[in-house]
């Protein structure tokens, strides 16, 4: 697929440079939403761009007066709260929210609907519930959602726990302490719909017929996911997906189904701890802690479900160097609480020393990766002809994290792309904001 | 610690030394400890690594036959490990296998494996780089990866040796990772599996004596007599058929028409020998692996499953006999404190990318044919043909 793949380069081009440009914006550090307890939220239509040049017709949930955006802000609340959502409804059709996984939502004004109470054309309706539990959610139209919910009307609720330190905690449990997390919140589209709605054909929408040709990450294809949030050509999808870490740190994985398909989300570097799922610990009694959690490589998505998983990577156990050997590479490990990892940067001391086991081919050989920095060590560049790499300018691991249903790697027939971002492990030292 | 970074000049220079001796590579190259001729054998072992074990592959294209009879065009990899350097590139072309070499590890071998790229005989006008993602190696380093934008991939006539620690027991998969959904649809898949440390001890589980197991359990519960890695894949013939025609590839339309397991559907995938050689391959074989499963009532039986297809998550049913899984991702399954998370089932759904290590014990069985099938029914098919797919037999003697 020379022909195609070469089309499609120049924007993954352009979205991966924007990583030289990553010393600023905290957008990166934790996961964009509102915090609070009080949210307003208008239904309007917009445009999302795709990264085949493509504009799709949404619907979407904005804040307040704010832009259409897909997915709807992501409402991060705490345990505990009594959370009121204002739904205003510019659209031509009634529209609604529902929350799976909360308990005693109540609704006031709006007219009746079949999942939940409504706001007309015109109208609003206000949802009110205490989020009684911590944990990752979703929140999507309850109006003829198998439509609507696919034009866009979908978001992440996120209520954190009553803890010591809620913003590096999942749960009330310690053993859920992460140092960073990042949310994938997984859906597709049949952008027939949306022309057919856009056409003024919305009654001739027949999901029988469902054939997703674009997927995305909050919103976003690849390589669109690795551009920096909030970036005023893409308005309407504001949020990016870029994890980035240190080793020996704990990256807390919120994952959620939010569309139709089944997804295999693989995370490439190493397992992952599945902990918790729709917002459950998965623990055998009350207050035990994630005991019956299990490590995987894959998460497997499911339509509707949350997941939050804890993904950590030191390069234990690889039988080599990963800061290189030799007088060009001097460094020391030093163990200084007996657990085998440096004290200050997590390198695994019993492999420290050892040098790189094979020698790479001459460059001649190799076809290079954009985020390829010459050198197989971390934080560290190497030699590389002229043009290649420069996508990974603070000299990370970089790993793919995507849908293992390797089709959905495609935006509209075009390679790559798709449900696909990237994890970056950072050297220690390198600023994550 | 302290990280002295390469001055640019010195960087600099590197590139142009390497450059300037660039002119005579694109060899066919192993790197092996204690192989003295380049055929990826170990002939004086290396006391300083005891525990090496070489594998060399190919990455090519070639065919492989339909259990309708269909021949179907595809990319894959092939096992050359003890053929000399000068005849690598002769036997790798048009040899790939599908499913891929099956590849067999033991925790604590390091791992040197060399994929040589021979390029595609039916696509003179791709210049494809390969490479092999060693699927869910823990703690992995983009470098031996394979993953093209993280790392390095190999060119036409060359080779790159990957090198794996080998830390943590159970069931993989592997896959060249360039350009993942043309290749991988294409059949760049394979089973890879590593077995623990601690086989070879005895442990009495529920009144039997085992030395072969999935992990190490320390409690022999996830003992076994016979083991069998059942990979998931399907192709979609549109595709393959566009990709031999040098025709634009239908990703948006892709819809797998070929069910398998381990590269076969029924009934092939019962047929113990290799399948016969298609014709447009020279004489070579290309579907070697049979999944037909046979033990001895009372044995118990590992399934070795792993879903590779790129289109969607499927499910493996078993009639009249019970299944236990006991590890899932290449994990034992058990909790942070070491809870049993064993599950007692029917069946077992995977989505591409995922793995299961499943127990089917025999106690009681009577002889006869059992079937593990999709029962994703409309799978049981090759093609319009509606009768075959992905189901196999396990045989109890």
């Known amino acids: ?433 | 610690m302290t990280i002295i970074r390469i001055h640019p000049a010195i960087a600099a220079l590197t590139a142009s030394l390497c450059l300037g001796v660039s002119t005579a590579q694109a060899e066919v190259f192993v790197q092996c400890p204690g192989d003295t001729n380049g055929d990826a054998v170990i002939d004086t072992p290396d006391p300083n690594h005891p525990n090496a074990v070489c594998k060399h592959l190919t990455g090519g294209d070639g065919f492989v036959t339909m259990a309708d009879g269909r021949p179907l065009y595809m990319f894959g990899f092939s096992d050359v490990t003890g053929l000399a350097p000068t005849a690598v590139m002769s036997a790798g072309d048009l040899a790939a296998n599908f499913p891929a070499p099956t590849l067999s590890f033991k925790e604590g071998d390091e791992v040197y494996l060399t994929l040589t790229n021979v390029g595609m005989a039916m696509r003179p006008d791709l210049f494809d780089p390969h490479s092999v993602h060693f699927h869910g190696f823990p703690q992995a380093a983009p470098v031996y990866d394979g993953v093209p934008d993280s790392s390095i991939s190999i060119n036409m006539g060359a080779s790159l040796s990957y090198y794996y620690n080998i830390v943590e027991p159970g069931t993989y998969m592997y896959h060249c990772h360039v350009e993942a959904t043309e290749h991988m649809q294409m059949g760049m898949l394979g089973n890879l599996y590593v077995h623990p440390r601690q086989n070879g001890t005895a442990y009495t589980y529920q009144g039997k004596a085992y030395t072969t197991f999935v992990y190490n359990d320390g409690d022999g519960s996830t003992g076994y007599d016979v083991e069998y890695p059942i990979q998931i894949g399907s192709f979609d013939h549109n595709f393959h058929d566009a990709s031999q025609a040098v025709q634009p590839l239908p990703f948006a339309d892709m819809r797998d028409t070929y069910p398998m397991l381990n590269g076969r559907g029924y009934p092939d995938t019962i047929n113990p020998n290799a399948l016969p050689a298609p014709a447009d391959n020279g004489g070579k074989v290309s579907q070697p692996v049979s999944s037909l499963i046979t033990a001895t009532a009372g044995q118990k039986i590992l399934l070795r499953i792993s879903n590779l297809n790129v289109t969607r998550f499927h499910t493996l049913s078993l009639l009249g006999l019970p299944m236990k899984v006991v590890g899932s991702g290449a994990r034992l399954l058990r909790g942070p404190d070491g809870k049993d998370l064993y599950y007692a089932t029917g069946s077992v759904t995977l989505g591409g990318g995922e793995s299961v290590d499943v127990l089917v014990d025999t106690t009681g069985a009577a002889p006869g044919r059992y079937f593990l099938y999709t029962s994703n029914l409309q799978l049981l098919s090759n093609n319009v043909e509606d009768f075959g797919g992905m189901m196999t037999e396990i045989v109890i003697n």
């Open chain 1, 1 to 433: 697929m020379k022909r195609l793949h070469m089309k499609i380069m120049p924007r993954l081009v352009a979205a991966l440079w924007l990583l030289i440009g990553l010393t600023s914006g905290n957008a990166w550090a934790v996961i964009d939403g509102l915090t609070g307890a009080n949210f307003t939220l208008t239904a309007k239509a917009g445009y999302i761009a795709t990264p085949d040049g493509n504009s799709v017709l949404m619907w979407g949930y904005a804040n307040g007066a704010g832009l259409m955006q897909y997915p709807g802000p992501t409402l991060i609340v705490n345990q505990g709260a009594s959370v009121t959502i204002t739904l205003n409804n510019t659209l031509a059709v009634p529209v609604s929210i529902v929350f799976p996984g909360q308990q005693g939502v109540t609704t006031s004004g709006g007219t009746p609907g079949v999942l939940t109470a409504e706001a007309a054309p015109g109208g609003s309706v206000t949802y009110t519930f205490t989020a009684a539990r911590a944990g990752t959610y979703l929140y999507h139209s309850g109006t003829r959602p198998d439509l609507q919910t696919e034009m866009g009307l979908v978001g992440a609720l996120i209520v954190r726990p009553t803890a010591a330190d809620p913003l590096h905690q999942a749960y009330e449990h310690a053993n859920t302490h992460f140092d960073r997390e990042y949310l994938f919140l997984l859906t597709e589209m049949d952008k027939t719909v949306h022309e057919q709605v856009e056409f003024g054909q919305m009654n001739s929408v027949d999901m029988t017929k469902y054939h997703p040709t674009l997927w995305f990450i909050n919103g976003r294809n690849g390589p669109d996911t690795l551009a920096e949030a909030s970036v005023p050509w893409m308005p309407h999808q504001p949020y990016n997906t870029l994890p980035r870490m240190h080793p020996g740190e704990k990256l807390l994985m919120r994952v959620i189904g939010a569309g139709r398909d089944l997804h295999p989300f693989h995370h490439h570097g190493n397992h992952a701890l599945l902990i918790a799922r729709d917002g459950r610990l998965l623990e055998s009694t009350p207050g035990a802690g994630p005991d019956l959690a299990s490590a995987d490589f894959t998460v497997k998505v499911v339509p509707g479900e949350t997941y939050d998983a804890i993904f950590e990577w030191t390069g234990k156990g690889l039988g080599w160097d990963i800061y290189g050997t030799g007088p060009d590479y001097a460094h020391n490990c030093t163990d200084g609480n007996g657990d085998s990892f440096d004290d200050a940067t997590s390198e695994y001391c019993p492999d420290h020393g050892k040098p790189l086991p094979t020698s790479l081919p001459n460059q001649l050989d190799l076809t290079f990766g954009g985020m390829w920095t010459g050198s197989p060590y971390l934080g560290l560049m190497g030699a590389l002809p002229p043009g290649q790499g420069g996508m990974n300018p603070s000299a990370g691991f970089t790993y793919m994290w995507h849908s293992h249903t390797e089709k959905e790697l495609t935006n509209d027939d075009l390679f790559p792309g798709g449900m696909m971002s990237m994890l970056i492990i950072e050297a220690p030292g390198v600023p994550i904001p």
